[in-house]
């Protein structure tokens, strides 16, 4: 149950995309197509960006797009808006219905 | 629209014990699994437990195992967590939320706002 790899920080100018890594392992990441990102701005609750790699909420705009290759996961933010700056967190199945967090990327829109 | 309200959080000495509750609105608690998640101050995200739609399948954090109990009452639409032996590192928010679906590998698509633990003397 180790928390996966993120890098700390992130950032970009409005417009331009950027795209964030959740390293894992072959238990967490890479076994299961059941990786997840969450939005957090500072004093709210985290919000349900990307589900099963790359599915989107209703309501959540297509400038957001997931996807994974073998023990990584990466959240693409395209078109950079103001509002995107905030933390951003993975988060994958572990196995017998348990969960493992990434150690969160906060996202600076220059 | 789905709304979670967490209550009990407070300042408890190390070694004490809390019991957080967190109340549904609406009519549907009862068919979706349940978690918590923790963050404390600065820091990220961490799953802490879960519980399936009868309270019989129930999975922990390794940190919090032996420690920590959640349960569910679905008649008052509520989910508890039961915390023993609280340490310094059990400081943070506690976040109730609702899993997206019914089989236990949804994430999670709504939260409440948190209640704050703190451990200290």
């Known amino acids: 149950q180790s928390a996966l790899t993120q890098p700390r920080s992130v950032s970009g100018s409005p417009g331009q995309s950027v795209t964030i890594s959740c390293t894992g392992t072959s238990s967490d990441v890479g076994g299961y197509n059941y990786v997840s990102w969450y939005q957090q701005h500072p004093g709210q609750a985290p919000k349900l960006l990307i589900y099963d790699v790359t599915r989107r909420p209703s309501g959540v705009p297509d400038r957001f797009s997931g996807s994974k290759s073998g023990n990584t996961a990466t959240l693409t933010i395209s078109g950079l808006q103001a509002e995107d700056e905030a933390d951003y967190y993975c988060c994958s199945y572990a196995g017998s219905y348990t969960w493992v967090f990434g150690g969160g990327t906060t996202l600076t829109v220059l | 629209e789905v709304q979670l309200v967490e209550s009990g959080g407070r300042l408890v000495p190390p070694g004490g014990s809390l019991r957080l509750s967190c109340e549904a609105s609406g009519n549907t608690f009862s068919i979706y699994w349940m978690s918590w998640v923790r963050q404390a101050p600065g820091k990220g995200l961490e799953w802490v437990a879960n519980i399936n739609q009868d309270g019989r399948e129930k999975n922990y954090v390794d940190s919090v195992r032996g420690r920590y109990t959640i349960s569910r009452d679905n008649g008052k639409k509520s989910l508890y967590l039961q915390m023993n032996s609280l340490r310094d590192e059990d400081t943070a928010v506690y976040y109730c939320?609702?899993?997206?679906?019914?089989?236990?590998?949804?994430?999670?698509?709504?939260w409440g706002q948190g209640t704050l633990v703190t451990v200290s003397s």
């Open positions: 939320a609702r899993d997206m679906g019914d089989y236990g590998v949804e994430p999670l698509d709504y």
